[in-house]
């Protein structure tokens, strides 16, 4: 049981757009950074996003993040089939002095 | 370039004691703000966060795991190691070495996978 909840899956059409979810709570996502990573298949976790919205240099701007409260949205535009991968969010959580992870989304490319 | 690397054995048996090590370039661990961490994934599953260790020695560990966990730093060496004692088959995974900085894992090793078997 993950500390934050993602959606298990998500799916569209190659060219549309998708977003991930991932909520936490007050003593996570409520008052610390989120960072979303992409694990393509066979590969080490890549990060994506950090300190909510930025991009690591890279990064195409295709892929977007925004916190709102205690979640936080991952937004990926002009869906391509290399973009089929799990997706994961992660934070600290100041409560339990940890780091957290949400338990992946895993997204199908049509 | 930041790269790390993780290292260790690839198969132990239940009530043994795991070393992993994870060797780095590109940044050193004395650096105000730097950590390094370790996160597994077992087989078909999430990533778990285990433990984290600062520049200034300041080290966290997972909650659910603490009384098993130790992470120590050879800066010298550019090394951070991990101990889990008491391996059981549950902790079969990979487990990763990654760097921390701006509240963000921004670079993460290969992983090295590790069965618990006997």
């Known amino acids: 049981q993950s500390v934050l909840t993602q959606p298990p899956s998500v799916s569209a059409a190659p060219g549309q757009k998708v977003t991930i979810s991932c909520s936490g709570s007050?003593?996570?996502?409520?008052?610390?950074?989120v960072s979303w990573y992409q694990q393509l298949p066979g590969t080490a976790p890549k990060l994506l996003i950090y300190?909510?919205?930025k991009r690591p240099s890279g990064i195409p701007d295709r892929f977007s993040g925004s916190k709102s409260g205690t979640s936080a949205t991952l937004g990926i535009t002009g869906l391509q089939t290399g973009d089929e991968a799990d997706y994961y969010c992660?934070?600290?959580?100041?409560?339990?002095?940890?780091?957290?992870f949400g338990g992946g989304t895993k997204l199908t490319v049509l | 370039q930041i790269t790390l690397k993780e290292s260790g054995p690839t198969l132990v048996k239940p009530t043994e004691t795991l070393t992993l090590t994870c060797t780095f370039s590109?940044?050193?661990?004395?650096?105000?703000?730097?950590?390094v961490g370790w996160i597994r994934q077992p087989p078909g599953k999430a990533l778990e966060w285990l433990a984290l260790?600062?520049?200034?020695?300041?080290?966290r560990y997972s909650p659910s795991l603490k009384s098993r966990l130790t992470v120590t730093k050879d800066t010298s060496k550019n090394q951070v190691v991990l101990i889990i004692t008491n391996m059981d088959p549950v902790d079969t995974a990979t487990y990763y070495c990654?760097?921390?900085?701006?509240?963000?894992?921004?670079?993460w090793g290969q992983g090295t996978p590790v069965t618990v078997s006997s």
């Open positions: 990654a760097h921390r900085r701006s509240s963000t894992w921004d670079f």
């Open positions: 590109g940044f050193s661990l004395s650096t105000s703000g730097v950590g």
């Open positions: 260790i600062y520049w200034d020695d300041d080290k």
């Open positions: 007050s003593s996570n996502i409520g008052n610390k950074y």
């Open positions: 300190e909510n919205n």
């Open positions: 992660g934070t600290w959580d100041s409560s339990l002095s940890a780091g957290v």
